[in-house]
């Protein structure tokens, strides 16, 4: 028995991390390279995505004060 080198297409299975204007490459947990992204690069997201080529901000509905209690109740203790 002997051992070859192969090649195996990963393509669909590698992920890129957008970081400091580059895309950083992943399979899986392993980094495996990176692109540089050209200046003036552009994005084309989602409508509740926003880009500015450096970092993807995701727009979302939050609580104004998330440690207010409801407070309405009547005078027998039932809310």
């Known amino acids: 028995m002997t051992l ?3 090649k ?12 400091n204007g580059e895309l950083e490459l992943y399979l899986e ?4 390279g990176k692109m540089t992204l ?3 690069c552009m994005m084309e997201l989602e409508h509740h995505f926003e880009g500015n080529g450096k970092s ?12 207010a209690k409801y407070t309405d109740c009547d005078q027998g203790g039932w809310c």
């Open 4 to 6: 070859k080198q192969q």
């Open 29 to 32: 947990s392993e980094r495996i």
């Open 56 to 67: 993807i901000y995701q727009n979302v509905t939050t609580t104004d004060q998330p440690e």
């Open 8 to 19: 195996i297409d990963v393509t669909d299975r590698v992920v890129g991390k957008l970081k």
């Open 38 to 40: 050209p200046e003036g």
